[in-house]
């Protein structure tokens, strides 16, 4: 069984930065997708990022391209989510999700097996 528990969110004037941070308790393996999505009141629960555990290949929404980088240090079981330039669109609970090796779609959250409890960020205009 995985665990996984965000921190890093807050406070943030528009045009600020955050790093978000993931660790992942139990087994963990490196094999495994690492996705951020992120949940407004009243939204859906929307992809931002993924890191692919075998080729590190990372995908990233066209809301946040340029803006928001993914990373990953499995040595230390954690995955990072750095946000610069941050928007009050960026306003939301920030969620990490691992996935199993496998065929899933990437950007849906039912493709992940395994999910953190959040962690608030909120940027003010």
């Known amino acids: 069984q995985v665990q996984l528990v965000e921190s890093g969110g807050g406070l943030v004037q528009a045009g600020g930065s955050l790093r978000l941070s993931c660790a992942a308790s139990g087994r963990t393996f490196s094999s495994y997708g690492m996705g951020w999505f992120r949940q407004a009141p009243g939204k859906e629960r929307e992809f931002v990022a993924v890191?692919?555990?075998?080729?590190?290949?990372?995908y990233s929404a066209d809301s946040v391209k340029g803006r928001f980088t993914i990373s990953r240090d499995n040595a230390k079981n954690a995955v990072y989510l750095q946000m610069n330039s941050l928007k009050p669109e960026d306003t939301a609970v920030y969620y990490c999700?691992?996935?199993?090796?496998?065929?899933?779609?990437?950007?849906?959250?039912?493709?992940?097996?395994?999910w953190g409890q959040g962690t608030k960020v909120t940027v003010s205009s």
């Open positions: 999700a691992a996935k199993s090796p496998g065929p899933g779609i990437l950007t849906s959250p039912a493709a992940y097996d395994y």
């Open positions: 890191i692919i555990g075998n080729s590190g290949r990372t």
